[in-house]
């Protein structure tokens, strides 16, 4: 009986043995034997997450054509778009924030972006950046919501920079060379005063626009005289250097002596693109936004764009507006990688092509600005604009607490600057002092 056990379980022990090689034959890898074994790895490529993308001014801001490539490209993400008019949408954030409901990724102004990156609510996206992206293959701008620390809470939804604009019917009639790359803002100055034409009391043609705003008012006034609004670490104000006062006097200076338009003559003429496109007035600081306004509007208005005109220290100094795109860090991390895959989608070839197209802001990748500088429509010296951001593209001094201090220096500038019932001195004092109580406080 031992025997024939012996046996038996010689020739079950052989059975065992070529059943487990039969195994492995069948599955190089043994995984088969590992899922038996209950340890396999699970493959996640096909796992659906979900992602809420929330656009502000819905597709009238952000083309649809982007969003509906992304989804295409990406079956696995689910999108869900949560969209309304631009100011519904801002004031809906800060409650969806407080009840942290907000969707896991949005856009909304650079300065905005900034003070929620401080607040917590946006992710770095600084360490995406550097293993994802190329910095190289982008302009500056890509870091517009970069803090003086490092951290990158945003990657822009566009670029909106100035150049200056100008009315050749004006220039020729007046018989004045047109703007040149070479200009300072002393050459606007001499110019305005040769292309304002008077009749009796009434000036019936100014040489600039005069605006009061800050992106293509004040900022670039103060820029250009050497000042700032504030200094490197945007911690302190600068309101109170006498080349940003020299700055604001200038412009105030244009506006009193009547070869820079005021405030009157614009709102009785329809505003300030009505002005400029009626040959009212020969020169304008425009926003590139505002091509697709002018061409739509005025299309037979005579005009073109070069780069702003220089700042005395020879360098060249281009405001720019950024609206920025933000992740959620709010977001559970399957939701964070989805927004990332959203946010490399549109900073793509293919989508920042879309943007370019649009001609209502500039895109931030190198290789879509071909189709720019081949775009037949007017203006026809886009470079104007990028070659402008590119050599001196600059923020607006934008920090956490900029919406706060910027609403405080216009209504000072609106008093000097525009009504000229205070000093620029007095409104300089006024202005620094409020600033830097805003900016302590913000600390």
């Known amino acids: 009986m031992k025997k024939k056990f012996s046996l038996l379980a010689m020739l079950l ?11 492995n034959n069948g599955n190089s890898n043994g995984t088969e034997g590992q899922a038996n074994n209950g340890s396999e790895t699970k493959d996640d490529s096909n796992k659906v997450v979900n992602l809420k993308i929330g656009l502000p001014g819905s597709y009238e801001v952000t083309s649809k054509e982007i969003i509906d490539g992304f989804i295409a490209s990406h079956p696995n993400i689910k999108v869900e778009i949560q969209e309304a008019p631009w100011g519904d949408f801002t004031s809906k954030i800060a409650t969806q924030i407080a009840g942290n409901t907000m969707p896991d990724v949005w856009f909304q102004e650079n300065a905005t972006i900034l003070g929620y990156g401080k607040r917590g609510v946006a992710e770095d996206l600084a360490s995406y950046i550097e293993s994802d992206l190329n910095a190289d293959d982008y302009i500056d701008g890509l870091f517009s919501a970069e803090t003086p620390e490092g951290q990158v809470w945003g990657v822009p939804h566009g670029i909106n920079p100035v150049a200056l604009a100008y009315n050749k019917d004006a220039f020729d009639a007046a018989n004045v060379p047109y703007p040149t790359e070479d200009w300072t803002f002393a050459d606007l100055i001499d110019a305005s005063k040769k292309l304002t034409i008077k009749e009796g009391e009434n000036t019936k043609q100014f040489g600039f626009i005069g605006s009061y705003a800050i992106t293509n008012g004040w900022f670039p006034w103060i820029k250009q005289a050497g000042g700032s609004a504030l200094d490197s670490t945007k911690t302190k104000s600068m309101f109170d250097d006498p080349k940003t006062i020299e700055g604001l006097k200038q412009l105030r200076q244009g506006i009193e002596e009547g070869y820079f ?7 009785a003429n329809g505003g300030e693109l ?20 002018m061409n739509s509007n005025f299309p037979d208005a005579n005009w073109d764009v070069v780069k702003l005109p220089k700042a005395v220290d020879g360098n060249r100094y281009v405001p720019m507006v950024a609206n920025s795109w933000l992740i959620s860090s709010r977001a559970s991390d399957d939701a964070k990688g989805a927004a990332w895959e959203f946010l490399k989608y549109y900073l793509s070839d ?14 931030v990748k190198k290789t879509a600005y071909d189709l720019i500088e081949k775009s037949e429509t007017k203006p026809l010296n886009k470079k104007g604009f990028t070659d402008g951001i590119a050599e001196g593209g600059t923020t607006l001094d934008e920090n956490a607490s900029w919406g706060e201090w910027r609403i405080l220096v216009q ?30 406080a913000d600390k």
């Open 13 to 23: 022990a052989v059975v065992l043995v070529f059943t487990g090689c039969s195994s």
């Open 261 to 267: 338009t005021n405030n009157d003559f614009v709102k």
């Open 274 to 293: 009505e002005v400029f496109a009626g040959g009212k007035a020969a020169m304008y600081i425009m926003q590139y936004s505002l091509q697709v306004n």
């Open 350 to 363: 293919e989508a920042q092509n879309i943007v370019a197209a649009s001609g209502s802001t500039l895109p």
């Open 411 to 440: 209504q000072e500038v609106n008093e000097a600057i525009v009504n000229g019932t205070k000093s620029v001195e007095d409104a300089a004092k006024a202005i620094h002092k409020k600033v830097q109580e805003v900016l302590d």
